[in-house]
């Protein structure tokens, strides 16, 4: 059984910056691929980021590259997403998921394990 608790969400102004944590209850959370997904009223849930097993293997949607980072602690099994810059359009749940192994991917079809999510709002 795989679970997942985000925590770090907020109210903050455009150009705040928030750090997201999500802690895994798992045995093995080193052997997964860790991924955060958005979701704004209204929208889709979408893709933010993903990081695999190490930290130099990341990837990113084309509007947070260069202002969140995603960064991983495998002795405290947890997966962060450092937000900077932030801008109102960020403004949405964000949701941590995962999959054992990878590659990495990018379709929310593709993580079974999910957390309950954590609002993110930023003013103008």
């Known amino acids: 059984q795989v679970e997942l608790v985000e925590s770090g969400g907020g109210l903050v102004q455009a150009g705040a910056s928030l750090r997201l944590s999500c802690v895994v209850s798992?045995?093995?959370?080193?052997?997964?691929?860790m991924a955060w997904f958005r979701q704004a009223p209204g929208k889709e849930r979408e893709f933010v980021g993903v990081?695999?097993?190490?930290?130099?293997?990341?990837l990113y949607e084309d509007s947070v590259k260069g202002r969140f980072t995603i960064s991983r602690d495998n002795a405290k099994k947890t997966v962060y997403l450092q937000m900077n810059s932030l801008k109102p359009e960020d403004t949405a749940v964000y949701y941590c998921?995962?999959?054992?192994?990878?590659?990495?991917?990018?379709?929310?079809?593709?993580?079974?394990?999910w957390g309950q999510g954590t609002q993110v709002t930023v003013s103008s």
């Open positions: 798992v045995r093995t959370f080193g052997g997964y691929f």
């Open positions: 990081i695999g097993w190490t930290s130099d293997n990341t």
């Open positions: 998921a995962a999959k054992f192994g990878g590659p990495a991917m990018t379709s929310r079809s593709d993580y079974p394990y």
